[in-house]
């Protein structure tokens, strides 16, 4: 595929497509759940609702973070994909509590599964769906730097992981007869999806405390400074951080203290020019100061 269709392959379509497939595949895997009546596969459907609140949620906070700066948020909407991530890794451990829940009472209780054909083809059938738009959303994440759409991406693939589980252990129901083993492989299920939950929650965590820009990226910048360093001018206090799809570097740039303010200004433009052509979505702030001045940090009576 080449980058300009990854272009045209937005976050916004990408994630209604996903809305739409979540209510095909909440049909296929409740329709498999109704024919076999495993547990197993009840929790593959209860998954598939997370998966439309997530796509539905995901898509507010993307279309909310293409909201350009105003006078509230002069910095831009960005942060709002962090909290879609946020909230799909807690519907994640709601879900896994829920399908915990069933299948201890299954697990208890074991009953005989039914019509395991119909089933497990409507459960694959689903899942390949899903693979498929997760491979999209992956590929497009990476171009438009989308932590929203990676969110969802990586669900889908735990999806498809859930369901290839369940369909492995309803096959072994049937080869061996243990129905209680429908009911271990969606508590199975349920853990496994709980530890990706944690996972995106922690990345969103991250992400609100403005973490530093990726190592690779910092290596661009620090390389594109190099390019202007001279005997007379110098570069310290780097600092990066991330807000969504937007990247931030702040710095010092130190120069003669006879230089012209124009001429100054003409070099902090043709940095941050070249950072930003170097960076994708960066957006760079840079302090002139003479040579032989050297900024203070953590006043005491600044971090009152």
Same mark, same amino acid.
């Given at each position: 595929?080449?980058?300009?269709?990854?272009?045209?392959?937005?976050?916004?379509?990408?994630?209604?497509?996903?809305?739409?497939?979540? $209510?095909?595949?909440?049909?296929?895997?409740?329709?498999?759940?109704?024919?076999?009546?495993?547990?197993?596969?009840?929790?593959?459907?209860?998954?598939?609702?997370?998966?439309?609140?997530?796509?539905?949620?995901?898509?507010?906070?993307?279309?909310?973070?293409?909201?350009?700066?105003?006078?509230?948020?002069?910095?831009?909407?960005?942060?709002?994909?962090?909290?879609?991530?946020?909230?799909?890794?807690?519907?994640?451990? /709601?879900?896994?509590?829920?399908?915990?829940?069933?299948?201890?009472?299954?697990?208890?209780?074991?009953?005989?599964?039914?019509?395991?054909?119909?089933?497990?083809?409507?459960?694959?059938?689903?899942?390949?769906?899903?693979?498929?738009?997760?491979?999209?959303?992956?590929?497009?994440?990476?171009?438009?730097?989308?932590?929203?759409?990676?969110?969802?991406?990586?669900?889908?693939?735990?999806?498809?992981?859930?369901?290839?589980?369940?369909?492995?252990?309803?096959?072994?129901?049937?080869?061996?007869?243990?129905?209680?083993?429908?009911?271990?492989?969606?508590?199975? /299920?349920?853990?496994?999806?709980? @530890?990706?939950?944690?996972?995106?929650?922690? @990345?969103?965590?991250?992400?609100?405390?403005?973490?530093?820009?990726?190592?690779?990226?910092?290596?661009?910048?620090?390389?594109?400074?190099?390019?202007?360093?001279?005997?007379?001018?110098?570069?310290?206090?780097?600092?990066?951080?991330?807000?969504?799809?937007?990247?931030?570097?702040? $710095?010092?740039?130190?120069?003669?203290?006879?230089?012209?303010?124009?001429?100054?200004?003409?070099?902090?433009?043709?940095?941050?020019?070249?950072?930003?052509?170097?960076?994708?979505?960066?957006?760079?702030?840079?302090?002139?100061?003479?040579?032989? /001045?050297?900024?203070?940090?953590?006043?005491?009576?600044?971090?009152?």
């Amino acid at each position: 595929m080449s980058r300009l269709d990854q272009q045209s392959l937005t976050p916004q379509r990408l994630l209604r497509a996903s809305v739409v497939l979540a $209510l095909i595949t909440i049909v296929l895997k409740t329709g498999a759940w109704y024919v076999t009546d495993s547990v197993g596969l009840l929790s593959d459907a209860m998954e598939s609702l997370v998966n439309l609140a997530s796509a539905l949620f995901g898509l507010a906070m993307v279309t909310i973070a293409k909201r350009p700066a105003d006078e509230d948020h002069p910095y831009g909407h960005h942060k709002a994909e962090y909290f879609s991530s946020g909230f799909e890794g807690a519907l994640i451990f /709601v879900a896994a509590l829920a399908i915990i829940w069933a299948a201890a009472h299954r697990l208890m209780s074991p009953q005989p599964l039914q019509q395991l054909g119909l089933g497990l083809a409507l459960s694959i059938v689903s899942s390949a769906l899903n693979g498929l738009l997760a491979w999209f959303m992956f590929r497009s994440a990476k171009v438009h730097r989308s932590i929203a759409l990676e969110a969802d991406a990586r669900h889908l693939v735990t999806d498809v992981w859930t369901s290839a589980g369940v369909v492995v252990g309803i096959a072994a129901v049937a080869l061996t007869g243990w129905l209680w083993l429908d009911a271990a492989v969606a508590i199975g /299920v349920a853990v496994n999806i709980l @530890r990706e939950g944690a996972r995106l929650i922690w @990345r969103s965590s991250q992400g609100l405390m403005d973490e530093a820009v990726e190592p690779e990226v910092l290596a661009d910048i620090q390389q594109t400074l190099a390019g202007f360093q001279h005997p007379t001018i110098r570069f310290d206090h780097v600092t990066t951080r991330r807000a969504g799809q937007r990247r931030f570097v702040d $710095l010092h740039m130190h120069m003669p203290a006879n230089w012209s303010l124009g001429r100054a200004a003409a070099l902090r433009a043709s940095v941050e020019q070249a950072l930003m052509s170097a960076v994708p979505g960066l957006r760079a702030t840079i302090q002139l100061l003479p040579s032989d /001045v050297e900024p203070h940090f953590d006043d005491e009576k600044d971090l009152i």
